[in-house]
């Protein structure tokens, strides 16, 4: 690949990402609008107050049949493939209102080999598996709306536990993963409301106690998580239990208000103004951007200072976006403590040394890294995953040499459990040879089985070669001939071999690459060939859904496809 081209798709791209950034120095992005997100808003303002909210409920409902494919589906987003849970629920929203297509529930009968309601309830229940963090929420709303007519098909939430200390949840085996206990309490509430019992009167003694707490979990803004398909779960089963005037629902409302578009949809979230800024940080020094103080400065003032009544997590960590729904995690504490680390040249400061000994704390007992929180083990979201363990070992190797005392002492340890817990990986199903390192939170919706591992094992092996730490050389080096063998004919990669070549994936496994200077170069040239077609062809920045796979969601963000190029090309040098 001639530096030329090398530089002419650096150029543009520059130009495109500086072009994106806020008047606040952060870069915000764009997520995709979703369709879940926007079923379960309009479905859950009709809850609360059908009238008050009618011009968004309607404003919703045409976005929703605009983007229905012709035999009656939806996709996540409007770039992705139809599938069972976004078709569901947008029926079922437009049912609420006497507007489900025909088409829909057709194709719905198909995915659940028939029309009663024991096949719609057991092949959601079969889709998402023993976690419970989906599946029963959607089976609420078919509920709410009386497409499901029989309540007690749904699995019980136990509201109760909730009112429990936080530190002792991860011991209670508790049917949600982490960031799901909004929606435990909420649930749990309706369906007592609901389906009664004999022991409603005792339980009944609980629900003050659990509302206390899911206030208080509550952010400023009205939206768990900044995101409406949570929120919306949250008050639509509120308005039903009898809350519909409560403070938490009301804010739940005004939250999806403030959040809806212009063309009366919903994304999936605010937005990723937190991860996107410390992505375009790790690149903008290396491309002559001069403000290095200011943006340092931007990157410290995002992380928490407070303990987070979501999570209870301590002062210390950053979550995905500025925005007060926002949530401290261990892949969003890295990446901040990365950028910092090229930012400051290496000049520590309190927020670096309050990031560090954060991450310590969330750590995993087997050494591993999760994402929100330490040993919530039980359900796949809340494992050690590779990419996030991968990036502490980044962000803790870059530091340790700059650190002293007890807190280096305290980093290299913990640095030394990471690194045998990434060498466990390998010689189980998460890392072996075949299969490479599996990502938790990006996948490829083109793969059979959703998985990218090509994203997981590139972005690992970037990782670990980046910290310059003998034994995270050694691993990343026994994982490089994945990224060779899952090349595509076309020079690009996708998720995994022979599925669709992506900018995404490419980018990742070309950064990846970048770090074996004097090795795969018939690789390299091809990956950059296929880049640059896409240059040439203006694809370059076409939207790629790659997020969420862990629970069968999709989204895509504007600017991921740049800011994976630039970290690429940041590899090559140019």
Not at 35 to 62: C, E, N, P, W
Not at 222 to 242: H, I, Q, W
Not at 411 to 431: F, H, P, S, Y
Not at 493 to 506: L, Q, Y
Request: hydrophobic share 40%; proline share 5%.
């Amino acid at each position: 690949m001639k530096t030329e081209q090398l530089k002419e798709i650096q150029t543009d791209a520059m130009e495109y990402l500086m072009k994106r950034r806020s008047e606040d120095g952060l870069w915000r992005g764009s997520l995709s609008s979703s369709a879940i997100s926007t079923a379960v808003s309009v479905f859950a303002l009709q809850r609360i107050d059908a009238d008050k909210y009618a011009t968004h409920i309607q404003a919703g409902v045409r976005w929703l049949q605009g983007a229905m494919k012709p035999d009656g589906s939806w996709g996540d987003s409007v770039e992705s493939p139809s599938n069972m849970t976004a078709t569901l629920l947008t029926y079922v929203s437009l049912y609420a209102v006497g507007q489900a297509p025909q088409e829909s529930r057709q194709y719905l009968n198909r995915q659940f080999g028939g029309d009663s309601e024991e096949a719609l309830t057991k092949g959601v229940l079969r889709y998402y598996g023993r976690d419970l963090t989906f599946s029963v929420p959607i089976l609420m709303m078919c509920a709410l709306a009386g497409v499901v007519k029989d309540w007690k098909k749904i699995p019980p939430f136990p509201f109760e536990l909730a009112t429990l200390p936080q530190r002792l949840f991860r011991y209670l085996n508790l049917p949600v993963v982490s960031y799901a206990i909004p929606a435990l309490i909420a649930i749990g509430i309706c369906q007592m409301h609901k389906k009664g019992g004999l022991l409603t009167p005792i339980r009944k003694l609980f629900v003050p106690k659990a509302m206390r707490v899911l206030r208080r979990m509550q952010p400023v803004d009205g939206g768990f998580l900044e995101a409406a398909p949570l929120t919306a779960f949250v008050s639509m089963c509120l308005a039903e239990g009898s809350f519909r005037e409560h403070e938490v629902t009301q804010r739940c409302a005004q939250f999806l208000v403030d959040t809806v578009r212009e063309d009366g949809s919903w994304p999936i979230d605010t937005n990723l103004s937190g991860w996107l800024t410390s992505l375009a940080s790790k690149v903008l020094p290396h491309n002559g951007i001069v403000d290095v103080e200011g943006l340092a400065n931007i990157v410290k003032g995002n992380a928490t200072t407070f303990v987070h009544p979501f999570t209870s997590a301590v002062p210390g960590g950053w979550g995905w976006s500025d925005l007060s729904g926002s949530v401290p995690d261990g892949d969003d504490t890295s990446g901040a403590l990365v950028a910092l680390y090229h930012l400051t040249q290496g000049k520590s400061s309190h927020e670096v040394e309050n990031g560090l000994k954060w991450l310590m704390q969330l750590q995993n007992n087997d050494g591993g890294m999760p994402t929100f929180c330490k040993g919530w083990g039980k359900l796949p979201f809340d494992r050690s995953t590779p990419d996030i363990t991968a990036h502490a070992i980044l962000a803790m190797g870059l530091w340790l040499p700059c650190l002293e005392g007890k807190l280096k002492t305290d980093v290299q340890k913990n640095l030394d459990r990471m690194l045998a817990w990434m060498e466990d990986t390998i010689e189980n199903d998460n890392g072996n040879e075949a299969s490479g390192w599996v990502p938790l939170w990006f996948g490829d919706q083109d793969a059979t089985d959703e998985k990218a591992p090509v994203y997981g094992t590139a972005t690992a092996i970037d990782y670990l070669m980046s910290a310059h730490h003998p034994a995270a050389t050694k691993l990343a080096q026994s994982q490089i001939d994945f990224i060779i063998r899952t090349q595509n004919d076309d020079g690009g990669w996708g998720g995994n071999k022979d599925v669709k070549s992506k900018v995404t994936f490419t980018s990742r496994a070309l950064a990846a690459l970048a770090h074996f200077p004097d090795k795969y170069e018939d690789a390299k040239n091809r990956g950059w060939e296929y880049l640059y077609r896409r240059h040439k062809e203006g694809t370059l920045y076409e939207r790629e859904p790659i997020g969420l796979y862990f629970s069968r969601l999709w989204y895509s963000e504007e600017l991921y496809n740049v800011l994976f190029l630039l970290n690429a090309l940041k590899g090559m040098n140019v």
